[in-house]
């Protein structure tokens, strides 16, 4: 599968689709882009539990922090990773001695590591590299249209305000389907300094 | 499952906007407002310190502004934008980011003569020092890259000389230098170029014209590609360091491929200022809904005209590229294939005097410092918006003293060849 770019409608069934989130590395410090990813997924409705042995006992918008994926009492769909990229193997690893598996492997924006997406992918979970979820969840919903972000989706139906805890609709009109042009060119750029 | 992709006409109509959350109120509202209430301390410091989504202050942003910022990004097909108070704000914001002091970045000379101002003068004082190459010799530019050079910016079509620029071949050369290709595409639209396509990383307008395209609001955009990896060599600390007063973000890594765009907004808006009121922002949505007819209109009212004064006695040269023959005709077929633009120049036989009295003479044209309305304008550069620049200048930027401008407006074609022609014989 190609990770440089993704279809909406593939990113679309996984927010849609999961509801228990472990996030490895996340951080309590709440100026750090893990907290306000946290925060924020929390706040849409995800059951969220942050994942840091250095941080045990303490908690994060209320939810405790665990030591390792193991130590989750119940099962997850999906482990968000905010780690560098040589530690997303090792965890990849441990989310695969799971039992039920995690349907979804995701690493964070600046996160790729392709030798453990097809150690995931070939145990059948979907994966997701270089993207941020708080960000793909804003932008499908298109809450993050404030910034102007171009969403790539649309809508005729009225907006709902949000609120706290609730799952916004992602399933507007998708229009750039992911793979655009200078999606594809940004890719290359990374991949192929010149 | 691959999603459908909706065309040009349907995102120029809805992107970005969606029916009111509270009232349903289907066009985009004015929010003529300057501030936004927060739900509680935590949701206000969450927006301050730029991690949750949401409306502050309409320096900073604003919901009728943010529709104008999607809708543009998504007809150039960008990753987001920011709408500021005019095509020269846009061209501020966009190189305060960039640039430090000492830095430079090459600009053709082709250029709307108040960028050549902007650029030479103002931007100086900044100590930003632009390094001028020839949109006509490409090797100009190679030249002229310096371990000092951060950015290269073009006009796709070029005001006044009705030039067209060879993008990509531009864009090999940015991408060779490790720079952004910024392309100022106020004079085609992205529905006659879409200079991202073609390499650019970063594309402006001046609103002002084709975008809003009734004369009737000043307004710029900045759309941000999302192809250039600003990190890479730590060329652009706006983008790849800490921010001192975000908590240490990193802009860049915190926001991915939209971060020029975000860097833009929360550092030259913020802090220079030039918000574009959410009147205006309304103003433009409005003409952008029907750019596609629009822009068509334009681009066949205008060679229809330049055909016309080709023939005509008393003229001397016609310079649009839409016409075969002309030196730039091969690089119109291949960026802009569905018309050459509406803005272009033509000199008369009679040199400077006879432009004067053509633009006296003329009835329906309006004798104004614009282009992109619905009327015809008409105007002598030479005298009016390059007047500031040396004779050589001038000529280069394809406004010599005998050449004279039109705006090609949308009244019938019969009717604006009917002025010039009682204007060329009176
Ligand atoms: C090509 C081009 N770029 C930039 C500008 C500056 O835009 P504004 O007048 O909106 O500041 C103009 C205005 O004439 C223009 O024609």
Redo the contacts between chains.
């Keep these: 599968m190609n990770h440089d770019t993704y279809d909406d409608s593939y990113i679309r069934e996984i927010l849609n689709g999961v509801k228990t989130i472990a996030m490895v590395g996340a951080s309590p410090v709440n100026v750090r882009p893990s907290y306000f990813a946290f925060k924020y997924l929390a706040q849409r409705g995800y059951d969220m539990i942050p994942v840091n042995p250095g941080q045990v006992g303490k908690s994060l918008v209320g939810k405790p922090f665990v030591a390792s994926l193991r130590d989750i009492d119940r099962p997850i769909d999906m482990v968000d990773i905010f780690r560098n990229s040589e530690a997303a193997l090792p965890l990849v690893e441990e989310a695969l001695a799971l039992n039920p598996l995690p349907k979804v492997i995701w690493m964070q924006l600046g996160v790729r590591n392709d030798e453990a997406a097809a150690k995931a992918e070939a145990a059948g979970l979907k994966v997701v590299m270089n993207r941020c979820p708080k960000i793909e969840y804003g932008r499908l919903s298109s809450e993050i249209s404030w910034m102007g972000v171009n969403s790539r989706t649309l809508s005729s139906k009225r907006a709902p305000v949000p609120t706290q805890g609730m799952r916004l609709s992602l399933n507007r009109v998708s229009v750039g389907g992911g793979g655009t042009n200078a999606a594809d060119r940004a890719a290359r750029n990374k991949n192929d300094p010149a | ?6 065309g040009f006409a ?2 120029a109509i ?3 906007a ?5 009232t ?1 109120a289907r066009a985009t509202p004015i929010y003529q407002t300057t501030s936004f209430v927060f739900n509680d301390a935590d949701h206000a410091a ?1 927006l301050f ?1 730029l ?5 502050i202050y309409t320096r900073l ?1 604003n ?1 009728t ?3 104008l ?2 809708r543009v ?2 007809l150039e ?7 500021v108070a005019s095509g020269h704000a846009a061209q501020v914001v966009t190189f305060q980011a960039l640039l430090q002091p000492g830095d430079e970045f090459i600009a053709a000379r082709q250029l709307y003569g108040g960028s050549i101002n902007q650029f030479t003068h103002t931007f100086k004082s900044f100590g930003w020092n632009v390094v001028w190459a020839d949109a006509d010799d490409i090797a100009t530019f190679e030249r002229a890259v310096s371990p000092r050079t951060k950015a290269i910016f073009i006009e796709s079509l070029a005001n006044p000389g009705g030039s067209v620029t060879d993008i990509e071949a531009i864009s090999a050369i940015a ?2 230098a ?1 720079v952004p290709l910024i392309v100022d595409n106020t004079l085609a639209s992205p529905y006659l170029i879409r200079p ?2 073609h ?1 650019a990383d970063i594309v402006l307008h001046s609103a002002t014209k084709f975008l809003g395209g009734h004369g009737n609001s000043i307004g710029g955009v900045i759309v941000d ?5 600003w990190s ?1 060599d730590n060329k652009y600390p706006i983008l790849s360091e800490p921010r001192p007063e975000y ?3 990193k802009l860049q ?6 971060a020029f ?2 860097a833009c ?1 929360v550092i030259g808006l913020r802090d220079l200022g030039p918000a574009l009121s959410p009147f205006n922002a309304f103003m433009i949505l409005t003409g952008i809904e029907t750019l596609p007819l629009r822009m068509q209109r334009h681009c066949d009212n205008a060679k229809a005209v330049a055909e016309w004064l080709s023939n005509h006695p008393a003229v001397a040269a016609v310079n649009y590229s839409g016409l075969p023959g002309n030196r730039y005709n091969n690089l119109a077929r291949k960026y802009s294939p569905k018309g050459a633009g509406a803005v272009f120049t033509f000199s008369l036989k009679g040199g400077y005097d006879a432009g004067v009295d053509l633009v006296s003479n003329l009835k329906l044209f309006s004798h104004l410092a614009n282009v992109g309305d619905t009327r015809s304008l008409v105007i002598h550069p030479a005298s009016t918006t390059h007047s500031q620049l040396t004779d050589d200048a001038k000529t280069k930027a394809g406004a010599g003293p005998d050449i004279v401008r039109v705006s090609i407006g949308l009244e019938d074609k019969e009717d604006i060849i009917a002025d010039l022609d009682q204007a060329l014989r009176a």
């Design positions: 499952m691959t999603d459908r992709l909706p349907t995102l809805h992107a970005g969606q029916p009111d959350p509270t349903g969450s310190g991690q949750a989504f949401g409306n942003g919901p502004n943010a529709v910022e999607e990004a998504a097909g960008g990753t987001a934008a920011l709408a991408r060779k490790g991202i396509d390499g590609a999302g192809t250039f990896d890479r908590h240490g973000i890594e915190t926001f991915g491929n939209f765009a975000i907004r």
